[in-house]
């Protein structure tokens, strides 16, 4: 569909142009010199933005890394939380019985 687009536009403006650049001179249609502006201008902004897309990529890949890892330790520890709130119980349970058993005991 772009490519349709892009051949439209350069039919449509073919008048021919002079370009000079530095020592350099070429004439082109003005539709060519356009579309070839924008597709080196596309080109060098795709240059500029990859590095940065992906350093973030990589930042993304470490925090899920990382965020994993946590999760991880989280869990570790939940399953400790409950050992220790079970054996508080099972403490708590045998000093009733034993409070219990010696008040009756002293009666």
């Known amino acids: 569909m772009i490519?349709?687009?892009?051949v439209l536009f350069a039919v449509q403006n073919n008048t021919m142009?002079?370009?000079?650049?530095?020592?350099w001179t070429f004439a082109q249609s003005q539709g060519?010199?356009?579309l070839g502006g924008f597709v080196a201008g596309f080109i060098a902004s795709m240059l500029i933005?990859?590095?940065t897309h992906i350093r973030n990529k990589l930042k993304i890949r470490r925090?899920?890394?990382?965020?994993?890892d946590l999760e991880g330790q989280l869990n570790e520890e939940r399953g400790k939380r409950e050992y220790i709130e079970k054996?508080?119980?099972a403490a708590l349970r045998?000093?009733?019985?034993?409070?219990?058993t010696g008040?009756?005991?002293e009666s």
Not at 63 to 68: G, N, P, T
Request: charged fraction near 15%.
């Open 17 to 23: 142009t002079s370009v000079h650049f530095f020592s």
């Open 3 to 6: 490519a349709a687009v892009a």
């Open 49 to 51: 933005y990859l590095p």
């Open 87 to 89: 054996e508080h119980a």
């Open 63 to 68: 925090h899920e890394r990382r965020l994993s």
């Open 94 to 100: 045998i000093q009733k019985n034993n409070g219990v």
């Open 103 to 105: 008040s009756k005991a």
């Open 32 to 34: 060519v010199i356009l």
